[in-house]
């Protein structure tokens, strides 16, 4: 979906390097979402934000941080990869609506070597 | 908390054919919604379709459709007609109805493959 973009899309990094994800919308949507994907796993929720500068943990959130200084970004850093984070990392957005769906973006890869 | 549990990981239906992917959740809410994904190989997240629990009347997409079972907390999405392009992981995600920015519960997920 062209409204919100993920960034890198691809990414090996060393561990305990410093990492961070970009999630960046066009849609002025209030809430944001990062989620990271394991086989067997589906997609567990890191961490989301409800508002610039309101952010929250998820079921997944220790060695995770993440930034919401403007509406249209939403940033995850690993502090210190591990081998554990890798992963795919997904960004959704949602209008805050009632049952309307969520928009997710491409998905980064990540790899810690 | 509330779970979602997607109990075959893998799945296969022929072209052409009619397979239904099994979706069981527990909650203690009576008012939430009801989500199918699909995940082709190009990772990307598209909504399938979905279903509000206040409504009994099943939800249906084109060739895709549910049987959705409050009382027994079962949600399976059927695929009729199946096609090539089919072929994709399919995930199931609970929301709760309470507040506006509800967080989506995801199941493990179905890889499902279509032979021709």
């Known amino acids: 979906d062209a409204g919100i973009t993920q960034s890198p899309r691809h990414k090996v990094t060393e561990t305990g390097t410093p990492v961070t994800l970009r999630c960046h919308q066009t849609?002025?949507?209030?809430?944001m979402y990062w989620y990271r994907q394991d086989p067997g796993h589906g997609l567990r929720l890191i961490h989301y934000?409800?508002?610039?500068?309101?952010?929250d943990k998820g079921e997944v959130s220790d060695g995770y941080s993440v930034s919401r200084s403007k509406t249209e970004d939403f940033l995850l850093t690993l502090e210190s990869a591990t081998s554990s984070q890798t992963s795919v990392y997904f960004c959704?957005?949602?209008?805050?609506?009632?049952?309307?769906?969520?928009?997710f973006g491409s998905g980064t890869r990540l790899t810690v070597v | 908390a509330q779970t979602v549990t997607q109990s075959q990981p893998e799945m296969s239906v022929q072209e052409a054919e009619t397979v239904t992917l099994s979706c069981t959740y527990d909650t203690s809410e009576s008012d939430y919604y009801l989500f199918w994904y699909k995940q082709p190989p190009s990772r990307q997240m598209i909504l399938v379709i979905r279903?509000?629990?206040?409504?009994?009347q099943n939800a249906t997409e084109n060739r895709f459709s549910v049987n959705f079972q409050k009382a027994a907390k079962s949600f399976s999405l059927k695929i009729s007609d199946s096609q090539l392009g089919d072929a994709a992981m399919y995930f199931c995600a609970y929301r709760s109805a309470k507040g506006q920015g509800g967080k989506l519960i995801f199941g493990q997920g179905t890889e499902l493959s279509v032979k021709p």
């Open positions: 934000s409800y508002g610039v500068k309101d952010t």
């Open positions: 279903q509000e629990a206040y409504k009994q």
């Open positions: 849609e002025n949507h209030r809430y």
């Open positions: 959704a957005i949602h209008q805050g609506l009632t049952n309307y769906g969520y928009t």
